[in-house]
């Protein structure tokens, strides 16, 4: 078989390059292991795919190069996404955040990227990949039963290794190496967070969930956090999970809203007042508790002095946990790190050391905060590669 491009992995960036180069003339076979494409966008956002984010700026991208997406970003924004959307009549509406969700079902943003592969575009589906090599400019992939797919060109879409129970592996990483990419250290993103022993009493708290502001590094985010069985989970923690290394902390605020000084005043408003039943005004009643006991404050606030309700406040503001580690890719959305964009151009995807090779989607080091940025980076991504085919 015979192509101008061959894409490993009909996912998101996979199947909207595909789209792209096959409206400019380009014969391309898309191949993917899975019986059926756009395995993680029908997964997504609970069923109704979370297909991008309005607020889509590049700050909101990790990358050990923070510019490298500035580029396709620029070239194809949310409103570009949206407006395919709005063209295949897909109704959509807007959570919290800027995040955009199907109306409907998440399978309509799969026949929307089917829908623009012209008849140029072949899918090969339910089909493991063998052997990949290169020699005298063209790429060969051994499919099953003895076949060979070669092309001038071959894509690396296949993403990174989270989320494995829909097939998700390595492939790209490792195929990127044997090309002379290298890696930036793959690991686990938007991921829930563990708790030690130590913390044995947060970890009693499961099903709690409360606003806070969570911090790691670089990292702020104000969204809700969850205490489950194993640790820290919820919005708020997928997001700093991201920006998370192994023996660092997060901080949590507790109570943002509040002025520094509101202990105290609580105090001079109502002495008699327990802290716990002060905390539980704005949390929930189980986590006022825990709270409550580890502050260690005296029965009533009025018998608080103004400095230990200060140290309360200073506490509560920043609440310090030291995960053990995360649930790893088996409940990670994505991955952060893969394959380093020093060897990639910012502009084509394409490989700077090997003709004809291009790294989009997931596998490349770009990865976004929660809320439809990583399908952005896909679409975007992929349409890149599909205009440089």
Known sequence: MTHDAIILGAGAAGLMCAGIAGQRGRRVLVIDHNARPGAKILISGGGRCNFTNLHTTPDRFLSANPHFAKSALGRYSAADFVALVDR????????????????????????????????????????????????????????????????????????????????????????????????????????????????????????????????????????????????????????????????????????????????????????????????????????????????????????????????????????RFRPSGTEGHAKAEVTVGGIDTAGLSSRTMAATGLAGLYVIGEAVDVTGWLGGYNFQWAWASGHAAGQAL
């Open 88 to 319: 295949h009549g897909i109704a959509w509406h807007e959570k919290t955040l800027g995040q955009l969700f199907c109306d409907g079902s998440a399978r309509a943003i799969v026949d929307l990227l089917l829908a623009e592969c012209p008849a140029s575009v072949d899918l090969s589906l339910g089909q493991g990949v063998g052997e990949v090599d290169h020699a005298d400019g063209r790429f060969r992939v051994a499919l099953a039963g003895g076949r060979i797919a070669e092309a001038p060109a071959l894509v690396l879409a296949t993403g990174g290794p989270s989320i494995p129970k829909i097939g998700a592996t390595d492939l790209s990483y490792r195929l990127a190496k044997r090309f002379g990419l290298k890696l930036v250290e793959p690991r686990p993103a938007l991921v829930p967070l563990t708790l030690g022993p130590d913390e044995a009493l947060f970890r009693e708290l499961a099903g709690v969930a409360a606003p806070v502001e969570a911090r790691c590094g670089r990292g702020r985010f104000r969204e809700a956090a969850l205490f489950t069985h194993r640790g820290l989970s919820g919005p708020a923690v997928l997001q700093v999970s991201s920006y998370w290394r192994q023996g660092e902390a997060v901080a949590f605020d507790l109570l943002p809203g509040n002025a520094p000084g509101w202990l105290v005043e609580a105090k001079r408003a109502a002495p008699r007042t327990s802290p716990r039943r002060r905390l539980a005004q704005q949390l929930p009643e189980r986590l006022a508790d825990a709270l409550a006991e580890r502050l260690a404050l005296p029965a009533e606030l009025g018998h608080a002095t103004d400095r230990a309700l200060a140290d309360a406040e200073r506490q509560l503001a920043d609440w």
